[in-house]
């Protein structure tokens, strides 16, 4: 639509142009012959007059030269006649003209003065009018002058009668122009092409009818639509290849995995059954500016992970709908299709109150089960009114699963993290067919630790209702099933790592979490483009430095932010050659700022920037750039790829998968990722730079070897790490997950 009206828009600007060129030209042209038919007409009327009043003025007949001039009064376009004598006094004069203007008096001068008709364009009172003054002779010498006084003011009329009559022309002729142009663009060049998208749409889809048209009804686009027709043929070939692949490779999940190859996976291991996700953040998020409608995708692990798989498998996504245009763009059920971009899936949104949110999701979730599962050190605080509505919120999500799967046999349910820990026992009271599946995105703390939770037991219980419970490592699966032994009644069977309880297992495995890598995902842009790219964001940000860090994380305590800071103050400290030739980029987007810790937490990593900044800054140069804002996937990838290293330095962590998204950027084989002992991604990524957090002096040697370290052993590294997160990317983490939970029914 955007190009149309541009189109439009440069066809009316250049009839425009041609239309205001050639008005300007006519109105010269015309103003020139009126003023020159005024001119003649004026002067042979002036010449006749000339010979009738010269005999009567030179005999001072003054009766007869006024009646002379009474008679010229009411003429059209005539608007006055006068004799003056030499002195330029009035010897007779049209009532229309009583006294002469000084303009006109100037003309009666000259014509005098020079003994030749002197004539100009002037104003008598508020119209305009064309003076001509003829000079009057004696026998010897000039006694007087003629004043002839002709309105011009229709010359003017005229003028402004074809600007407005071109005007209205050009109206007519660029709606009739912009007409023409949307009903070509429409029919030959608009339909045409939305044929050959929804043609393209279809045939990614799998849903190609064999009497598609593409783009039929144009002979333009005749060559492209065979083109169109062979990449049909072969989408339809390639899908067929990959379902049959799917039915062998069924127990084989250690070939490469790619979307296509999920999406058949899944067609035949559920039958075309329904996934519904259950997850409190939403994949997209709606917000309104002025009259614009605006989405963003949420910082988030948990939607980095599971968003690709819903893009490959269809279904229905049900979150809490958090966004202030969100409900500006549901259907009557709550509902609408994403992508918005590229509809995949149906994300349905949950409404929560103020008090509902406060307690369930900045209370409770974030308060109490957060600190508690991560070990970073900040005191988890448990209130009775914040599990109050945690429990009712629980119950409100359960409502809506449950109406979703009421027409469905055996329905599957994937649920994620923390924030609904009720949610598998709800749903399997009421409906012990489904199959329940619940994934925990963040750590699961010791035993002991967990045991200061004042509602441990229904934590556990409620968990304990899916039929498969992952997390991102084994240990925190022995964490679990550790925690369960000691607070709550059931059966370990510690061989299989099942739980039973009330006669239902639930079976405990670790699913490593991972990102949507794929080769042919990757960038086609050729290396030079990439370098210009980089080159052209670092002058946006004014940042002139050889080596560059960067840092991707939400504001958040448990990321270690404070003590990344701190680790690039002591590496500047003990390095000081590498000042005003480092820069590290922290990008931060906000996160659960209504909480009162990390809104002390944001203005801790503020109040540090700007203290390191002090201490090494010089005129054009400080060590540390912040932004607060959130990036899109293809933003970030410009930073993880003009990095010389990319610091994940957590305190504790499920997974984190910006480590994942930067070496997967990372298609130049170059780059250095330093990685904290304490996320899960250090069990996995053992050719990164690993680092205990907690220790500066560690953290700030291993930004000095990154920096220093080889280009060949840059690249040896990162194709060990590329091949790992290759191998084991969010395609595989849900075969992998849902093939085992489907076994389970």
């Not at 750590?443 to 229904?458: D, G, L, N, V, Y």
Request: a neutral charge; aromatic letters at 10%.
């Amino acid at each position: 639509m955007k190009q149309i009206v541009t189109a439009v828009f440069i066809i009316i600007l250049i009839v425009s142009i041609i239309i205001l060129a050639f008005t300007i030209n006519q109105v010269q042209n015309e103003d020139q012959r009126l003023r020159n038919d005024m001119l003649y007409r004026t002067t042979l009327l002036a010449e006749s007059l000339q010979e009738t009043v010269e005999p009567n003025f030179v005999t001072k007949s003054e009766d007869s030269l006024q009646s002379v001039v009474d008679k010229f009064t009411d003429r059209e376009r005539f608007a006055g006649l006068g004799i003056y004598d030499n002195k330029g006094q009035t010897i007779a004069a049209s009532t229309t003209i009583p006294e002469a203007t000084a303009s006109a008096q100037k003309i009666i001068a000259e014509a005098m003065d020079s003994d030749i008709a002197i004539g100009d364009f002037t104003t008598f009172g508020n119209r305009k009018v064309y003076a001509l003054a003829v000079p009057l002779h004696d026998e010897k010498s000039v006694v007087g002058a003629l004043l002839v006084v002709q309105n011009a003011g229709y010359i003017d009329d005229r003028l402004s009668e074809i600007w407005k009559n071109n005007f209205i022309r050009f109206l007519l002729q660029a709606f009739l122009l912009s007409l023409a142009t949307l009903l070509l663009i429409r029919w030959i060049i608009y339909k045409p092409i939305i044929n050959l998208v929804e043609t393209l749409k279809q045939a990614r889809s799998g849903n190609i009818p064999q009497n598609s048209q593409g783009l039929t009804g144009s002979f333009f686009f005749n060559p492209l639509q065979k083109e169109i027709s062979n990449i049909q043929q072969s989408l339809i070939q390639a899908r067929l290849t990959a379902s049959e692949e799917a039915k062998i490779n069924l127990e084989k999940l250690d070939s490469p995995w790619t979307s296509e190859r999920l999406k058949q996976f899944v067609k035949v291991l559920l039958k075309d059954q329904t996934i519904i996700v259950v997850s409190n953040r939403e994949p997209y998020i709606h917000t309104k500016s002025g009259n614009h409608i605006n989405y963003h995708f949420p910082a988030s692990g948990m939607v980095t992970a599971i968003e690709p798989v819903m893009q490959s498998t269809g279904g229905i996504w049900i979150a809490h709908g958090s966004g202030n245009a969100d409900k500006l763009v549901v259907d009557q059920d709550d509902k609408l299709a994403v992508p918005p971009d590229d509809p995949k899936y149906t994300l349905k949104r949950v409404w929560l109150t103020d008090e509902e949110e406060k307690g369930y999701y900045y209370g409770f979730s974030n308060q109490a089960l957060y600190p508690l599962c991560l070990m970073a050190h900040t005191r988890p605080i448990f209130s009775k009114e914040d599990w109050e509505q945690y429990k009712r919120v629980n119950g409100k999500f359960a409502r809506t699963v449950l109406s979703e799967i009421n027409h469905l046999s055996k329905p599957v349910v994937f649920i994620q993290d923390f924030h609904f820990s009720l949610l598998p026992r709800m749903i399997k009271n009421s409906r012990p067919d489904a199959i329940v599946g619940l994934f925990w995105h963040i750590p699961w703390t010791s035993a002991e630790s967990f045991s200061i939770c004042p509602w441990k037991k229904e934590i556990l219980d409620g968990m304990l209702g899916a039929d498969l419970i992952g997390f991102h490592t084994q240990l925190h699966c022995n964490n679990f099933i550790e925690t369960v032994g000691r607070d709550l009644e059931s059966l370990i069977d510690y061989e299989h790592f099942t739980i039973t309880r009330n006669e239902h297992t639930s079976l405990l495995k670790p699913f490593p979490a991972s990102i949507a890598f794929s080769d042919g995902l990757q960038s086609q842009i050729s290396s030079d483009e990439e370098k210009d790219s980089a080159k052209k964001l670092l002058k946006k940000l004014g940042i002139n430095s050889n080596h560059i860090g960067v840092g991707v994380d939400r504001m958040d305590y448990t990321k270690g932010i404070l003590e990344r800071i701190k680790a690039i103050e002591l590496f500047l400290t003990k390095y000081p050659l590498y000042r005003e030739k480092f820069t590290f980029i922290q990008i931060s987007p906000p996160s659960k700022s209504k909480i009162k810790k990390y809104q002390e937490f944001s203005s801790q990593v503020e109040k540090e920037i700007t203290r390191v900044n002090s201490l090494f800054k010089t005129k054009n140069w400080k060590p540390i750039l912040i932004i607060n804002r959130h990036h899109s996937h293809e933003e970030l990838n410009r930073y993880y790829k003009l990095a010389n290293f990319c610091m994940v330095t957590s305190l504790h962590d499920g997974m984190n998968l910006v480590a994942k998204e930067f070496i997967a950027a990372r298609n130049d084989e170059k780059g250095v990722l330093i990685l904290s002992q304490f996320t899960g991604a250090s069990k996995e990524l053992k050719n990164s730079i690993i680092v205990n957090p907690y220790s500066g002096e560690q953290t700030a040697e291993a930004i000095h070897e990154a920096i220093t370290m080889t280009p060949y052993e840059q690249t040896k590294r990162m194709k060990k790490l590329r091949d790992s997160v290759k191998n084991h990317n969010i395609y595989r983490w849900s075969a992998e997950y849902l093939k085992t939970l489907v076994s389970l029914a």
